[in-house]
Protein backbone atom coordinates (compact mmCIF):
# COMPACT_ATOMS: atom_id res chain seq x y z
CA UNK A 1 0.00 0.00 0.00
CA UNK A 2 1.11 3.06 -1.19
CA UNK A 3 1.02 6.39 1.09
CA UNK A 4 -1.81 8.76 0.72
CA UNK A 5 -0.61 12.53 -0.01
CA UNK A 6 -3.10 15.43 1.68
CA UNK A 7 -2.56 18.93 3.03
CA UNK A 8 -1.90 19.41 6.20
CA UNK A 9 -2.63 23.05 8.03
CA UNK A 10 -1.54 24.02 11.48
CA UNK A 11 -3.84 24.53 13.97
CA UNK A 12 -3.46 27.59 16.11
CA UNK A 13 -6.78 26.86 17.89
CA UNK A 14 -7.46 23.94 20.51
CA UNK A 15 -10.05 23.07 22.53
CA UNK A 16 -13.75 21.64 21.78
CA UNK A 17 -14.96 25.26 20.46
CA UNK A 18 -11.78 25.35 17.95
CA UNK A 19 -12.22 21.69 17.51
CA UNK A 20 -15.91 22.34 16.23
CA UNK A 21 -14.63 25.53 13.79
CA UNK A 22 -12.41 23.29 12.64
CA UNK A 23 -15.13 20.95 11.57
CA UNK A 24 -17.63 23.16 10.66
CA UNK A 25 -14.74 24.16 7.85
CA UNK A 26 -14.95 21.42 6.31
CA UNK A 27 -11.56 19.46 8.15
CA UNK A 28 -10.70 16.87 10.72
CA UNK A 29 -8.76 18.40 13.75
CA UNK A 30 -5.40 16.19 14.06
CA UNK A 31 -2.30 16.03 16.33
CA UNK A 32 1.06 14.09 14.75
CA UNK A 33 3.72 12.96 17.11
CA UNK A 34 6.20 10.09 17.85
CA UNK A 35 9.96 10.06 16.79
CA UNK A 36 11.01 12.37 19.37
CA UNK A 37 9.23 15.67 17.43
CA UNK A 38 7.06 17.90 19.22
CA UNK A 39 3.25 17.37 18.95
CA UNK A 40 1.69 19.34 15.80
CA UNK A 41 -1.36 20.12 15.58
CA UNK A 42 -3.05 20.35 12.18
CA UNK A 43 -6.22 20.19 10.51
CA UNK A 44 -6.82 17.81 7.56
CA UNK A 45 -9.70 18.37 4.29
CA UNK A 46 -12.47 16.04 5.81
CA UNK A 47 -13.83 14.79 2.46
CA UNK A 48 -10.76 13.30 1.35
CA UNK A 49 -9.50 12.00 4.65
CA UNK A 50 -12.83 10.16 4.40
CA UNK A 51 -12.43 8.67 0.68
CA UNK A 52 -8.75 7.63 1.39
CA UNK A 53 -9.80 5.61 5.08
CA UNK A 54 -12.71 4.36 2.59
CA UNK A 55 -10.52 2.82 0.35
CA UNK A 56 -7.53 1.99 2.34
CA UNK A 57 -8.77 1.09 5.39
CA UNK A 58 -7.59 2.57 8.92
CA UNK A 59 -4.28 1.73 8.42
CA UNK A 60 -3.53 3.62 5.88
CA UNK A 61 -0.04 5.68 5.78
CA UNK A 62 -0.66 9.26 4.94
CA UNK A 63 2.24 11.78 3.57
CA UNK A 64 0.76 14.78 5.45
CA UNK A 65 1.88 17.80 3.13
CA UNK A 66 2.49 21.07 5.21
CA UNK A 67 2.62 24.91 3.97
CA UNK A 68 5.91 25.45 3.73
CA UNK A 69 6.53 22.15 1.69
CA UNK A 70 7.51 19.71 4.26
CA UNK A 71 6.80 16.34 4.10
CA UNK A 72 5.53 13.68 6.84
CA UNK A 73 4.92 10.10 6.84
CA UNK A 74 1.90 8.84 9.25
CA UNK A 75 -0.24 6.44 10.32
CA UNK A 76 -3.78 7.18 12.31
CA UNK A 77 -3.14 5.79 16.16
CA UNK A 78 -6.45 6.37 16.93
CA UNK A 79 -9.67 7.63 15.00
CA UNK A 80 -12.70 9.41 16.56
CA UNK A 81 -15.88 9.17 15.02
CA UNK A 82 -19.42 10.50 14.73
CA UNK A 83 -21.52 7.50 14.92
CA UNK A 84 -24.89 9.06 14.36
CA UNK A 85 -22.94 11.84 11.50
CA UNK A 86 -20.39 9.22 10.63
CA UNK A 87 -18.12 11.87 10.25
CA UNK A 88 -14.58 12.24 11.61
CA UNK A 89 -14.42 14.23 14.70
CA UNK A 90 -10.23 13.99 15.78
CA UNK A 91 -7.49 11.87 14.65
CA UNK A 92 -3.70 11.07 16.29
CA UNK A 93 -0.92 10.16 13.76
CA UNK A 94 2.26 8.75 14.48
CA UNK A 95 5.72 9.65 12.98
CA UNK A 96 6.45 6.06 10.74
CA UNK A 97 9.76 6.56 8.38
CA UNK A 98 9.91 4.46 5.59
CA UNK A 99 11.61 0.63 6.27
CA UNK A 100 10.22 0.79 9.81
CA UNK A 101 7.97 -1.98 10.93
CA UNK A 102 4.77 -0.64 12.75
CA UNK A 103 1.98 -2.89 14.88
CA UNK A 104 -1.27 -2.27 14.11
CA UNK A 105 -4.88 -4.52 13.87
CA UNK A 106 -5.89 -5.80 10.42
CA UNK A 107 -9.22 -7.44 9.64
CA UNK A 108 -9.56 -11.32 9.44
CA UNK A 109 -11.91 -12.57 6.89
CA UNK A 110 -13.09 -15.61 7.14
CA UNK A 111 -13.99 -17.30 3.54
CA UNK A 112 -15.48 -20.82 2.25
CA UNK A 113 -17.93 -22.69 3.55
CA UNK A 114 -17.33 -25.28 7.01
CA UNK A 115 -19.25 -28.64 6.47
CA UNK A 116 -22.83 -29.45 6.13
CA UNK A 117 -24.37 -29.59 9.62
CA UNK A 118 -22.35 -26.88 11.62
CA UNK A 119 -21.80 -23.44 12.56
CA UNK A 120 -19.21 -20.76 12.76
CA UNK A 121 -18.70 -18.95 15.65
CA UNK A 122 -16.32 -15.84 15.38
CA UNK A 123 -14.19 -14.65 18.27
CA UNK A 124 -11.96 -12.25 16.86
CA UNK A 125 -12.51 -10.51 13.80
CA UNK A 126 -8.84 -8.53 13.83
CA UNK A 127 -5.06 -9.58 14.88
CA UNK A 128 -2.14 -8.21 16.07
CA UNK A 129 0.60 -7.97 13.12
CA UNK A 130 4.29 -6.19 12.71
CA UNK A 131 4.84 -5.74 9.40
CA UNK A 132 6.91 -2.67 7.06
CA UNK A 133 4.58 0.55 7.42
CA UNK A 134 3.88 1.34 3.75
CA UNK A 135 3.28 -2.35 3.21
CA UNK A 136 0.68 -2.99 5.33
CA UNK A 137 -2.13 -6.01 4.43
CA UNK A 138 -6.16 -4.19 4.49
CA UNK A 139 -6.65 -7.44 5.52
CA UNK A 140 -5.96 -11.11 6.52
CA UNK A 141 -8.05 -14.41 4.68
CA UNK A 142 -8.45 -17.57 6.98
CA UNK A 143 -10.12 -20.29 5.05
CA UNK A 144 -13.33 -22.49 6.65
CA UNK A 145 -13.17 -24.85 3.61
CA UNK A 146 -14.67 -28.14 4.74
CA UNK A 147 -13.74 -28.15 8.30
CA UNK A 148 -15.62 -30.19 10.87
CA UNK A 149 -17.24 -29.15 13.98
CA UNK A 150 -14.96 -29.44 16.99
CA UNK A 151 -12.29 -27.59 14.84
CA UNK A 152 -10.78 -24.35 16.52
CA UNK A 153 -8.87 -21.60 14.12
CA UNK A 154 -6.43 -20.33 15.79
CA UNK A 155 -4.03 -17.16 14.66
CA UNK A 156 -1.57 -19.55 13.72
CA UNK A 157 -3.49 -21.04 10.82
CA UNK A 158 -3.07 -17.14 9.01
CA UNK A 159 -1.07 -17.24 5.64
CA UNK A 160 0.74 -14.14 6.20
CA UNK A 161 2.25 -12.50 3.49
CA UNK A 162 5.75 -12.02 2.94
CA UNK A 163 7.07 -9.49 5.14
CA UNK A 164 4.55 -9.88 8.08
CA UNK A 165 5.31 -10.97 11.35
CA UNK A 166 2.59 -12.69 13.92
CA UNK A 167 2.45 -10.35 17.03
CA UNK A 168 -0.81 -11.73 18.73
CA UNK A 169 -0.47 -14.84 20.42
CA UNK A 170 -0.38 -17.58 18.24
CA UNK A 171 -3.34 -19.44 20.78
CA UNK A 172 -5.82 -16.31 19.80
CA UNK A 173 -8.75 -18.71 18.61
CA UNK A 174 -10.35 -16.39 15.96
CA UNK A 175 -13.59 -18.78 15.45
CA UNK A 176 -14.54 -22.55 16.71
CA UNK A 177 -16.43 -24.89 14.09
CA UNK A 178 -19.52 -26.49 16.28
CA UNK A 179 -22.38 -28.78 15.40
CA UNK A 180 -25.72 -26.19 14.11
CA UNK A 181 -29.11 -26.87 15.97
CA UNK A 182 -31.65 -28.71 14.37
CA UNK A 183 -34.76 -27.39 13.72
CA UNK A 184 -36.05 -29.72 16.63
CA UNK A 185 -33.35 -27.94 18.94
CA UNK A 186 -34.73 -24.51 17.71
CA UNK A 187 -38.55 -24.85 18.13
CA UNK A 188 -37.87 -26.56 21.65
CA UNK A 189 -35.81 -23.45 22.90
CA UNK A 190 -38.66 -21.33 21.52
CA UNK A 191 -41.26 -22.86 23.32
CA UNK A 192 -39.23 -23.82 26.59
CA UNK A 193 -38.92 -19.75 26.43
CA UNK A 194 -42.65 -19.32 25.95
CA UNK A 195 -43.52 -21.64 28.50
CA UNK A 196 -41.31 -19.66 31.09
CA UNK A 197 -42.92 -16.71 30.16
CA UNK A 198 -46.23 -18.31 30.55
CA UNK A 199 -45.04 -19.10 34.06
CA UNK A 200 -44.13 -16.04 34.91
CA UNK A 201 -47.33 -14.10 33.43
CA UNK A 202 -49.20 -16.68 35.99
CA UNK A 203 -47.12 -15.73 39.03
CA UNK A 204 -47.59 -12.08 38.32
CA UNK A 205 -51.25 -12.53 37.84
CA UNK A 206 -51.83 -14.68 41.18
CA UNK A 207 -49.48 -12.17 42.93
CA UNK A 208 -51.71 -9.47 41.66
CA UNK A 209 -55.04 -11.15 42.88
CA UNK A 210 -53.46 -12.13 46.04
Known amino acids: MSE ?3 S ?3 RTEFGKGGARRTRRAGKVPAVVY ?3 ESPKHIALPAREFAAAIRHGGANTVFELLDADGTKTLALPKAIQRDPIKDTFEHVDFVIVKR ?3 VTVDVRIN ?3 NAAPGTLVMTEHDRISINAEALHLPESLEVSLEGLEAGTRITAADIKLPRGVELAADPETVLAAVVVA ?4 QMEGETGDEAGAQEG ?3 ADEASSAA
Open 4 to 6: VKI
Open 181 to 184: PTAE
Open 99 to 101: GEK
Open 8 to 10: AES
Open 34 to 36: GHG
Open 110 to 112: LVG
Open 200 to 202: ADG
